[in-house]
């Protein structure tokens, strides 16, 4: 069963960079036609999808993001991970990683979530 | 503001059947099959239908979903306890070549 684990600083300054990995085990990063997403949820509030990288390490990221992030594999660790810069408050979410195959099958799994604060 | 529409709440007793809709558009529900994920407090989503009205193994055949033109509905029947939650419908929206959620609908049991 594959397990994913966020790992990454709980507290970020404003108009710097929020860095994350994700964690896969279980199964490799590599195998199959996977696709390893970023959702984030800040408190109280719905779900937002950030953006995704494939297996084959091209990415799609959220229009309303796509300036401030990069998502990147390390196969090697079997790990992917999430940059997003110039953060300010609104960027304080719980960050979850999750992975789909195709877009009939949706999230199947998914990280426990990080809880990320932006203050000074 | 989210680009799928739920309702914010509903609510129901022991038993009773509810449902929960979704509006979109055609780039998205109009195109694409619709997800729903129930999220647990304190948890993460977790699958409850794909494929608009499929249901992964685990999952009790008291949830159902249904799609018809760019709206969706998930239906619960033997309403249980455990139901309470929030519950989210997600598709893949063409234009922005990517994914969007509904706002969630906070779920209630009486």
């Known amino acids: 069963q594959v397990q994913l684990q966020e790992s990454g600083p709980g507290l970020v300054k404003p108009s710097q960079t929020l860095s994350l990995t994700c964690t896969v085990s279980?199964?490799?990063?590599?195998?199959?036609?996977?696709?390893w997403s970023w959702i984030r949820q800040p408190a109280g509030k719905g779900l937002e999808w950030i953006g995704r990288?494939?297996?084959?390490?091209?990415?799609n990221y959220n229009p309303s993001l796509k300036s401030r992030v990069t998502i990147s594999v390390d196969t090697s660790k079997n790990q992917f991970s999430l940059k997003l810069n110039s953060v300010t408050a609104a960027d304080t979410a719980v960050y979850y990683c999750?992975?789909?195959?195709?877009?009939?099958?949706?999230?199947?799994?998914w990280g426990q979530g990080t809880l990320v604060t932006v203050s000074s | 503001q989210s680009v799928l529409t739920q309702p914010p709440s509903a609510s129901g007793t022991p038993g009773q059947r509810v449902s929960i809709s979704c509006f979109g558009s055609?780039?998205?529900?109009?195109?694409?099959?619709v997800n729903w994920y129930q999220q647990l407090p304190g948890t993460a989503p977790k699958l409850l239908i794909y494929?608009?009205?499929q249901r992964p193994s685990g999952v009790p055949d008291r949830f159902s979903g249904s799609k018809s033109g760019t709206s969706a509905s998930l239906a619960i029947s033997g309403l249980q306890s455990e139901d309470e939650a929030d519950y989210y419908c997600?598709?893949?929206?063409?234009?922005?070549?990517?994914?969007?959620f509904g706002g969630g609908t906070k779920l209630t049991v009486l």
């Open positions: 999750a992975r789909y195959y195709d877009i009939l099958t949706g999230f199947r799994n």
């Open positions: 279980g199964d490799s990063i590599n195998s199959g036609s996977s696709y």
């Open positions: 990288i494939y297996t084959s390490g091209s990415t």
């Open positions: 055609s780039s998205n529900i109009g195109s694409n099959t």
């Open positions: 494929s608009s009205n």
């Open positions: 997600a598709a893949w929206d063409d234009s922005l070549n990517g994914w969007v």
